[in-house]
């Protein structure tokens, strides 16, 4: 394996690996969207 191909594969996996961190990070801490309980809404409802 030559040099300039050893220096591209490490560029590239460092990439890939920094994009997938960063991501996961991102994903992780957002916090989560409260959802609100469909059946509390139409208590009311008649059925």
Do not use: C, H
Request: hydrophobic share 40%.
């Amino acid at each position: 394996m030559t040099t300039s191909a050893l220096i591209m594969i490490i560029l590239t996996q460092g990439t890939v690996l920094g994009a997938t961190i960063y991501f996961f990070r991102k994903v992780l801490k957002t916090p989560a969207k409260p959802e609100s309980d469909s059946f509390s809404e139409n208590d009311n409802d008649p059925r």
